[in-house]
């Protein structure tokens, strides 16, 4: 269990719904919530830095971190890996450090099983069409990866009720201000 006084949030849903927009809102605004970095084996998007939005690795060190157990869930998406550093999470949880995670619904099935104590938010698109129309406007995709994303979106649309909250992220403030509260009110 983690300690009283800290929280560990899990942001999951589609690709595409806007969950990284959310997430560099929360870095900008409210810097007492710490966000995990996440390693992935996908190349780096324009603007991104190693480090910041990701830790970006080869297979070979995304492997040496699985053999030695250094994360806490690991999931393969649209072709690539994608995990979570355990140590960084345990430490800010063990300090009483409101913690965010923000990973794919495979992710969050494993952090559920592993911390049952986690709070586990979906945010759902305000409709599937517009959820096309963001995951097909971001141009920073080829026209396979698009379709795989879209068919992992479904998937994972399915698999709302599993959630403890659901957020429409029909507006970046509205839903960056009901997760902060979420801490607020529950750690
Ligand atoms: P993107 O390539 O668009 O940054 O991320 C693709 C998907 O991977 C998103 O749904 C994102 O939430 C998810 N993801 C990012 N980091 C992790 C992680 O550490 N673990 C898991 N399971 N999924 C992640």
């Known amino acids: 269990m983690a300690p009283e006084g800290s929280r560990l949030v899990v942001l999951s849903g589609p690709s595409g719904v806007g969950k990284s927009t959310v997430v560099r809102r929360l870095r900008a605004e409210h810097p007492d919530v710490w966000v995990s970095v996440s390693a992935t084996t996908r190349y780096p998007r324009p603007g991104e830095t190693d480090g ?5 690795v080869d297979d070979a060190r995304f492997d040496r971190m699985v053999t030695a157990g ?15 550093p355990r ?20 992710g969050a099935r494993q952090v559920r099983a592993a911390m049952p104590e986690a709070h586990l938010v979906f945010l759902a698109p305000p409709s599937w069409e517009e959820l096309v129309r963001r995951l097909t406007g971001r141009g920073t995709e080829p026209p396979d990866v698009i379709a795989q994303r879209l068919a992992a979106a479904r998937v994972e649309l399915a698999a709302e009720p599993e959630f403890d909250t659901v957020l429409v992220n029909s507006s970046v403030t509205e839903v ?12």
Not at 70 to 84: K, N, P, S
Not at 176 to 187: I, N, Q
């Open 176 to 187: 960056t201000d009901r997760l902060v509260a979420l801490f607020a009110s529950t750690a």
């Open 52 to 56: 910041v939005q990701y830790l970006f």
């Open 87 to 106: 140590g960084p999470v345990v430490e800010h949880l063990r300090s009483g450090v409101p913690t965010l995670l923000e990973i794919d619904l495979q």
């Open 70 to 84: 250094e994360l806490l869930e690991w999931a393969q998406f649209a072709g690539h890996r994608y995990g979570t």
